[in-house]
Nanobody, 119 residues
Framework: QVQLVESGGGLVQPGGSLKLSCVAS????????MGWYRQGPGKQRELVAT???????NYADSVKGRFTISRDNAKNTVYLQMNSLKFEDTAVYYC?????????????WGQGTQVTVSS
């Protein structure tokens, strides 16, 4: 089993910043990629940002230039630095780990951490 534990969510005013962390542990075969997804009220889960084992990153257009994903391979930890937060960033943020290779992997998910942007 693989466990993902997220932290760092909370309440922040528009324009503020938060940093999310996710630590992976357990029977990980090979980390192909880690990333963050979110699900806002009444919306489907969507990709926020991903980072591969080689360091390649991918961002949703809505967060480009505001969010930065990074990773500590030695600690199996992925971070999401969120700046210039907007009301529409309010969502439950889920950590994701792809165990295997990008062509064949198993998905693991964290329990989610709430991010609320409100004045």
């Amino acid at each position: 089993q693989v466990q993902l534990v997220e932290s760092g969510g909370g309440l922040v005013q528009p324009g503020g910043s938060l940093k999310l962390s996710c630590v992976a542990s357990g029977s990980i075969t090979r980390v192909a990629a880690m990333g963050w997804y979110r699900q806002g009220p009444g919306k489907q889960r969507e990709l926020v940002a991903t980072i591969t084992s080689g360091g390649s990153t991918n961002y949703a257009d809505s967060v480009k230039g505001r969010f930065t994903i990074s990773r500590d391979n030695a600690k199996n930890t992925v971070y999401l630095q969120m700046n210039s937060l907007k009301f529409e960033d309010t969502a439950v943020y889920y950590c994701n780990l792809k165990d295997g290779y990008l062509t064949s992997f198993r998905n693991y998910w964290g329990q989610g951490t709430q991010v609320t942007v409100s004045s």
